[in-house]
């Protein structure tokens, strides 16, 4: 139990406040980065650059043989055919487009080669193709890594504090721990939402860092000399705002080669995709309201990484995304570790970690549709806090 732990504070000699910890029978852990990763194969860490290139070459194979396909669609007689195919292509090509974004997020990460400018180059280029500016993001995305699950350092899905949804402290809330009313949305409102984050949720995380760490004078990843970016990372988000704009200058190029129409039909619209499966597998990684998180007074990196949750979106779909969703936990503890090896790492993490390991298999759908409705706030005090509505 929680009560009979030792819970060794990393940042202060106060007592921990871990009242909720206990009332859900949830153990804050003391394992160590070294106890998981001695558990884990040697080779699970080796980066391989020509077998990360060639999965390069499998997510370019299959975006150019879903665009050559597409360029069929419209010679269809059948209009019902061409309603239909036009979905299937922009389904297909956003679960692989993701794929390509993913091996991007590897980039950042140096897991793709041992070679930083390998890593650089590679991420850059694909990052930008997708409209990710590659080196901000990888500066705010490390800043998440190293605080995975605190509640003031953490850079995104940081939880809405009780005061901040404007609700009365607890213990004048007649309504107390919940559910309340003013959360008590229609069905067609809680869907509008979950529309609005899923679409528009990476572009507005990119542009305003909803959802993220409050910086004063306001954050983006497009101003680099934002609260994000430490002086010596000027020159590279520079740069990362260059290739956005060089891209979307080609695509400005191509709307008038080809028309704005076949712009918006073979890349807009998977693109609008690729942000819905980024943001839809990192908000259920990292919202879940049998998952806390923690403040300085309990946090630590180890026990940060252990507030991830893997969740299965079936072979296929975990194949295309290099497996993000199912290994995340693996990756959140060891960051470098190529793609190609997190499966077989998990198997080992899962033993290492025990009770404190966390996954899901409630259907995607279902534990969306759950955790938007249930994942609306924590608690302004406490050291361990978890999500309430």
């Given at each position: 139990?929680?009560?009979?732990?030792?819970?060794?504070?990393?940042?202060?000699?106060?007592?921990?406040?871990?009242?909720?910890?206990?009332?859900?029978?949830?153990?804050?852990?003391?394992?160590?980065?070294?106890?998981?990763?001695?558990?884990?194969?040697?080779?699970?860490?080796?980066?391989?650059?020509?077998?990360?290139?060639?999965?390069?070459?499998?997510?370019?194979?299959?975006?150019?043989?879903?665009?050559?396909?597409?360029?069929?669609?419209?010679?269809?007689?059948?209009?019902?055919?061409?309603?239909?195919?036009?979905?299937?292509?922009?389904?297909?090509?956003?679960?692989?487009?993701?794929?390509?974004?993913?091996?991007?997020?590897?980039?950042?990460?140096?897991?793709?080669?041992?070679?930083?400018?390998?890593?650089?180059?590679?991420?850059?280029?694909?990052?930008?193709?997708?409209?990710?500016?590659?080196?901000?993001?990888?500066?705010?995305?490390?800043?998440?890594?190293?605080?995975?699950?605190?509640?003031?350092?953490?850079?995104?899905?940081?939880?809405?504090?009780?005061?901040?949804?404007?609700?009365?402290?607890?213990?004048?809330?007649?309504?107390?721990?919940?559910?309340?009313?003013?959360?008590?949305?229609?069905?067609?409102?809680?869907?509008?939402?979950?529309?609005?984050?899923?679409?528009?949720?990476?572009?507005?995380?990119?542009?305003?860092?909803?959802?993220?760490?409050?910086?004063?004078?306001?954050?983006?990843?497009?101003?680099?000399?934002?609260?994000?970016?430490?002086?010596?990372?000027?020159?590279?988000?520079?740069?990362?705002?260059?290739?956005?704009?060089?891209?979307?200058?080609?695509?400005?190029?191509?709307?008038?080669?080809?028309?704005?129409?076949?712009?918006?039909?073979?890349?807009?619209i998977p693109y609008l995709g690729v942000n819905f499966w980024l943001v839809l597998i990192t908000y259920l990684q990292h919202t879940d309201?049998?998952?806390?998180?923690?403040?300085?007074?309990?946090?630590?990196?180890?026990?940060?990484?252990?507030?991830?949750?893997?969740?299965?979106?079936?072979?296929?779909i975990n194949h295309f995304h290099h497996h993000i969703a199912d290994t995340h936990v693996a990756h959140h503890f060891f960051s470098t570790?190529?793609?190609?090896?997190?499966?077989?790492?998990?198997?080992?993490?899962?033993?290492?970690?025990?009770?404190?390991?966390?996954?899901?298999?409630?259907?995607?759908?279902?534990?969306?549709?759950?955790?938007?409705?249930?994942?609306?706030?924590?608690?302004?005090?406490?050291?361990?806090?978890?999500?309430?509505?």
């Amino acid at each position: 139990m929680a009560t009979q732990r030792n819970i060794d504070s990393t940042a202060s000699s106060v007592k921990p406040n871990i009242d909720e910890a206990i009332a859900n029978n949830w153990e804050v852990p003391n394992f160590t980065i070294k106890e998981i990763r001695d558990a884990i194969p040697a080779h699970c860490f080796r980066r391989d650059t020509f077998k990360s290139f060639t999965y390069v070459l499998h997510d370019a194979i299959f975006v150019s043989i879903l665009a050559i396909a597409a360029t069929y669609i419209d010679t269809i007689p059948n209009i019902y055919a061409r309603l239909a195919l036009w979905p299937v292509y922009w389904i297909a090509q956003s679960i692989v487009g993701f794929g390509v974004w993913i091996i991007g997020h590897e980039c950042g990460h140096q897991a793709f080669s041992p070679s930083k400018t390998i890593n650089n180059s590679v991420g850059f280029v694909l990052h930008t193709i997708l409209l990710t500016p590659y080196y901000s993001w990888r500066y705010s995305h490390s800043k998440h890594h190293k605080s995975n699950g605190h509640m003031v350092k953490d850079q995104v899905h940081i939880p809405s504090l009780r005061s901040e949804v404007g609700l009365p402290p607890r213990e004048q809330d007649s309504q107390a721990d919940g559910p309340h009313d003013l959360f008590d949305e229609s069905p067609l409102m809680t869907l509008y939402g979950l529309f609005e984050m899923l679409v528009f949720g990476w572009p507005a995380y990119l542009i305003k860092h909803t959802t993220g760490q409050v910086y004063p004078g306001g954050a983006s990843h497009f101003i680099p000399t934002c609260g994000i970016f430490e002086p010596g990372q000027y020159w590279d988000v520079v740069t990362s705002v260059a290739g956005i704009a060089g891209m979307i200058g080609l695509l400005a190029y191509c709307g008038q080669v080809f028309g704005s129409l076949a712009v918006i039909k073979y890349y807009v619209i998977p693109y609008l995709g690729v942000n819905f499966w980024l943001v839809l597998i990192t908000y259920l990684q990292h919202t879940d309201a049998k998952v806390p998180h923690y403040r300085e007074n309990v946090w630590n990196f180890q026990r940060g990484a252990a507030l991830t949750v893997d969740r299965s979106f079936g072979f296929l779909i975990n194949h295309f995304h290099h497996h993000i969703a199912d290994t995340h936990v693996a990756h959140h503890f060891f960051s470098t570790m190529p793609h190609y090896h997190a499966e077989e790492a998990t198997v080992h993490i899962k033993k290492a970690l025990g009770k404190h390991y966390q996954s899901d298999d409630t259907p995607i759908a279902i534990a969306l549709w759950n955790n938007w409705k249930s994942c609306r706030f924590v608690e302004d005090e406490g050291d361990v806090v978890f999500y309430k509505n």
